[in-house]
């Protein structure tokens, strides 16, 4: 079975523009988690989905949005990008209907913004 | 509230064994994972526990959870090299959907 996949691997952006991440889960899996890591705050959870819902949501400005599609894959989009943006972003997918489920990580998108 | 912590840095000499500890104050943390993260790479899980179980085998890795002082470690037997990397602990909260706090992460340095 394939893992959870992630693109682009890098990306370099400067101030003021937007960026969309994409997650592709594993094969059968319906949530998909997103992270960001960085080396001061460490790794921070940002949103949640299941079945193209958003269930759950970490304490990040209304500059960072999600969706999921109807096969799962999600994308995460960050608007108005600051400095402070550059990180790690991870996805990480379970099979999970509820409760909490062992996730399983992509290996990241590295965003700098310039 | 909800917060993991972790020794930042641990030297060990190939062959012995490693021993990560880690703490959690939220007391409702049901599910309790061990990550190792190597440069440049995402997140591996190793291993987890459930909150109520007090010790996990598998293989080299042995978890020890004690819910009495919320702490939890995971210990490497016959480290190599090979293991040198940075391992997290992170709890999971049941409700929480699939929401994880980790913790800062500890550096494992193997030296010969």
């Known amino acids: 079975k394939a893992g959870v996949t992630q693109t682009p691997r890098y990306l370099i952006k400067t101030r003021g523009q937007q960026v969309t991440l994409s997650c592709s889960p594993i094969?059968?899996?319906?949530?998909v988690s997103w992270y960001q890591q960085t080396p001061g705050q460490g790794l921070q959870f940002l949103f949640e989905?299941?079945?193209?819902?958003?269930?759950n949501k970490g304490n990040f400005p209304g500059r960072f949005s999600g969706r999921q599609f109807s096969n799962s894959r999600s994308e995460m989009n960050v608007s108005t990008l600051e400095l402070g943006d550059s990180a790690l972003y991870l996805c990480?997918?379970?099979?999970?209907?509820?409760?909490?489920?062992?996730?399983?990580f992509g290996p990241g998108t590295r965003l700098t913004v310039l | 509230g909800e917060d993991v912590e972790q020794s930042l840095f641990l030297s060990v000499r190939e062959g012995d064994s490693s021993v990560i500890n880690c703490t959690y104050t939220?007391?409702?943390?049901?599910?309790l994972y061990w990550y190792k993260q190597e440069p440049g790479a995402g997140l591996q899980l190793l291993t987890y526990?459930?909150?109520?179980?007090d010790m996990k085998q598998d293989q080299r890795l042995t978890v020890l959870l004690n819910k009495k002082d919320k702490h939890l470690s995971l210990r490497i037997a016959d480290t190599q090299t090979g293991d040198s990397a940075i391992y997290f602990c992170?709890?999971?909260?049941?409700?929480?959907?699939?929401?994880?706090?980790f913790g800062a992460g500890t550096r494992l340095a193997v030296h010969p």
């Open positions: 939220d007391s409702s943390s049901t599910y």
């Open positions: 526990i459930f909150s109520n179980m």
């Open positions: 992170a709890g999971g909260i049941s409700g929480g959907y699939n929401k994880l706090i």
């Open positions: 990480a997918s379970s099979g999970s209907g509820g409760g909490v489920d062992t996730q399983y």
């Open positions: 989905y299941f079945s193209e819902t958003q269930r």
């Open positions: 094969s059968g899996h319906r949530s």
